[in-house]
């Protein structure tokens, strides 16, 4: 059994509490243009997620800690949980961002009296095919043997739309090295956590807090079809398509994601819950 333990958070600001919880393979450093836009008006906590960041000296291998199924994306979402508590707030717009979407459909499973609000940004409700089981698994044995510098090259392509590729070269650098600075053991146990992941699919037609769903038009690894679906299926959810960005939105096309965040976070107060 495998304890929750607090993670490590940038905590800055002051106002409403809004969590973001960053994708896989980076760390909350990713959130850096959406701290500087919300610090002004929100209180922003961006933890690391186990392994990653700084958070590395929590790393927890699924395979080695013997979690199976839920068990390690809940385990996440119990560290969210304990750093609510830490940090004496009851409840919290929680947004995250593919992987930190996983997360959020967790929170949402095992502590949903906790969430004011939920962003969902570049993410999927479903589960993995048993064929994406197979390739996470297959990578994260290949990272682990041959280390974390395959994995800007194998994951550019999913992580970045083409047009931040062809014309971002800075943003492609940044993420790059966001990848490189992380452990390897980090991304081979987030892989296997991530792939047993249960489908929130059904979770979405109950979901009674307000929603925003965001999704770069150039995602392909949960693309806009897919989000256009996840939206219409979460009673009175908001849909925002960011163009000329693709998965990872809020670094490549950070105006946009900043706007859609700050005005869904400054409209809470007029939604009845
Ligand atoms: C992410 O950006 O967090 C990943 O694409 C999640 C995944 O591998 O499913």
Not at 71 to 87: M, N
Not at 208 to 235: C, F, H, Y
Request: aromatic share 4%.
């Amino acid at each position: 059994m495998v304890e929750p333990v607090v993670p490590p958070a940038l905590v800055d600001g002051d106002g409403p509490p809004v969590v973001l919880v960053h994708a896989f393979p980076v760390d909350g450093r990713m959130w850096a243009p959406q701290v500087a836009a919300l610090r002004g008006r929100c209180r922003v906590i961006v933890p690391d997620v186990r392994g990653f960041g700084t958070a590395r000296g929590q790393l927890t291998d699924p395979l080695e800690a013997g979690l199976e199924g839920s068990a390690w994306v809940d385990l996440i979402a119990d560290d969210l949980a304990l750093l609510l508590d830490e940090l004496g707030l009851e409840q919290v717009t929680l947004a995250g961002l593919s992987m930190g979407g996983y997360v959020a459909f967790a929170f949402l499973r095992r502590h949903p009296e906790r969430l004011r609000a939920l962003a969902l940004v570049d993410t999927k409700a479903t589960a993995d095919t048993e064929q994406a089981v197979r390739a996470r698994l297959d990578m994260a044995g290949r990272v682990l043997a041959e280390g974390v510098g395959i994995v800007p090259e194998l994951m550019r392509p999913a992580l970045l739309g083409r047009t931040t590729r062809a014309g971002r070269p800075g943003v492609v650098e940044q993420v790059t090295r966001l990848i490189l600075e992380q452990d390897r053991r980090a991304v081979a146990a987030a892989q296997r956590g991530m792939a047993g992941r249960p489908d929130a699919t059904g979770q979405l037609g109950s979901i009674r807090v307000p929603v925003l769903v965001v999704v770069g038009a150039e995602d392909q690894p949960t693309p806009p079809a897919a989000s256009r679906s996840m939206a219409a299926a979460i009673p009175g959810a908001r849909l925002v398509e960011v163009p000329e960005a693709g998965h990872l939105a809020g670094l490549e096309q950070p105006e946009e994601v900043n706007r859609a965040l700050y005005q869904f976070v400054s409209e809470l107060g007029h939604f009845t819950q």
